[in-house]
């Protein structure tokens, strides 16, 4: 379990004390009760087995395949893959590839629904660079209507491996990872995923024009 979990659940249970302290009736004490209870439940963390094979690409985050677009990264052909998380989903974010944090941008902006495709620029999100596999990947943790929070537990120059973990965004939200084009898919528009797990598409070899692309320095470098 992610430890804001037991923080928020902390929280509830001590309003339901004083209002069982100052009331004495149960039903008062209920509410927060089951509010604690739901965030030690939201935020769980159960472990995912990774798979080991080289070249593939795995979801940052659970929920559903929501979109599979074309994009452009730096003049470079590139796909993107939108995933939205509701309230009932981990909430955890995962490393989609093996590599090193070579760019992390926050930008500030709006709330709008996360099913909007609009959000992928314009919602408040966390834009992540990271380069490995001979290869660069960026993906966007984007917060939603609900979600008002951003959580990235690394920092540029930072290694990661396949699958770790690193952040999460509270209360529903959405998550977008962009890749060479010449990656072959698994999965199409309405999949589910779990992070870490869950193989979006695997990418064994570029070619030579494309090896060792520079990362996106800022969001606006891809666009649709």
Known sequence: MVRDGIYYALGMVCVAAFLWWLTRVPAYSALPLALALFFLWFFRDPRRAIPTEPGLIVSPADGKVTDVSPVQMEGRPCTRVSIFLNVFDVHVNRSPI?????????????????????????????????????????????????ARRIVFTRKIGDRVARGERVGLIKFGSRTDVIFPAAAQMNIKVGDRVKGGSSILATLKSLPAAQTGAAREQQPAGVTQ
Do not use: C, H, P, W
């Open 98 to 146: 093996a590599g090193v944090i070579k760019d992390v941008v926050y930008k500030r902006g709006q709330f709008a629904n996360a099913m909007d495709a609009v959000s992928a620029e314009l919602n408040e999100q966390n834009v992540v660079t990271v380069e490995g596999e001979g290869y660069t990947l960026v993906f966007k943790q984007i917060a939603g209507l609900i």
